[in-house]
C-alpha cells in the first residue's frame, strides 16, 4: 500500500510537469494544485503511517489481538484519503 501511495505522488509529480497550466494561470490552476498538494501531502503523510506500522509489525509482540491501535489509525487514515481521493477525482477530472 505505501507502494502504491509513492506510485500515486509520482504520477503526481509527472501531471504537474505536464500539464498545460502553471500555478498562477487561473483560478482553477491555483485551486487545482492546491486540492492536489495538499492531498499529495496526505497520502505521504499515510504512507509514512503503513511504513512505521509495518516496521513495528515486525517487532514480536508489538501488536496484539488486544492491542493494534496503531494498526487500526494508519488503516482508517488511508481509507479516509482514500475517499478525499474520489470526491477530489470527480470534482477536478470528471466535471
Not at 486540492?35 to 508489538?62: C, D, K, N, P, S
Not at 493494534?68 to 477530472?93: I, P, Q
Request: glycine share 10%; proline share 1%.
Amino acid at each position: 500500500t505505501a507502494a502504491m501511495g509513492a506510485a500515486f505522488m509520482a504520477g503526481q509529480m509527472w501531471e504537474y510537469f505536464h500539464l498545460p497550466f502553471g500555478l498562477t494561470d487561473n483560478l482553477f490552476a491555483s485551486t487545482f494544485y492546491a486540492l492536489t498538494g495538499f492531498h499529495g501531502l496526505h497520502v505521504t503523510l499515510g504512507a509514512m503511517m503503513i511504513l512505521i506500522v509495518w516496521w513495528q509489525a515486525g517487532r514480536q509482540g508489538y501488536f496484539t489481538a488486544e492491542s493494534h491501535f496503531g494498526f487500526e489509525v494508519a488503516e482508517l487514515y488511508w481509507h479516509f484519503v482514500d475517499g478525499v481521493w474520489v470526491v477530489l477525482f470527480a470534482l477536478l477530472y470528471l466535471l
